[in-house]
């Protein structure tokens, strides 16, 4: 067996999908995990912050 063929026998660690920029991101051992990175992590932030994200209102008068 090749080098190349052990390579695909060793466990891959798993990873996920970075929401701001799409890159991939390890799950294990990443403090800014689902992100890359801190400045994805902050990009993200200041969406929220700014209300760019916005979960539905019931249009129902509350009082």
Known sequence: MSTADTADL??????????????SAPWQ???????????????????W???GYRVPADERDVS
Do not use: I, K, M
């Not at 891959?12 to 890159?23: K, Q």
């Not at 990443?30 to 200041?46: A, E, I, K, Q």
């Open 10 to 23: 060793e466990p891959r660690e798993p990873g996920v999908t970075c929401p701001t920029c799409g890159a």
């Open 29 to 47: 051992r990443n403090p800014h995990r689902p992100f890359c990175s801190l400045t994805c992590r902050l990009v993200d932030l200041g969406v």
């Open 49 to 51: 912050l700014d209300e």
